[in-house]
Structures are given as C-alpha cells and as structure tokens.
C-alpha cells in the first residue's frame, strides 16, 4: 500500500518523507 506524494513517501527505512523534504 504506497501512499500518494501529497500525504508521503515511504522510504525502504520505513521513514515516511513528505513532499516538503524533497
């Protein structure tokens, strides 16, 4: 379950990243 790029990418870590962090 990969969640859209407006709530957060999931990193293979397990970390979620938002948008803002890119």
């Not at 859209?4 to 990193?11: A, D, E």
């Amino acid at each position: 379950q990969e969640l859209p790029k407006l709530y957060g990418v999931r990193n293979p870590e397990g970390l979620i990243m938002p948008p803002e962090s890119l």
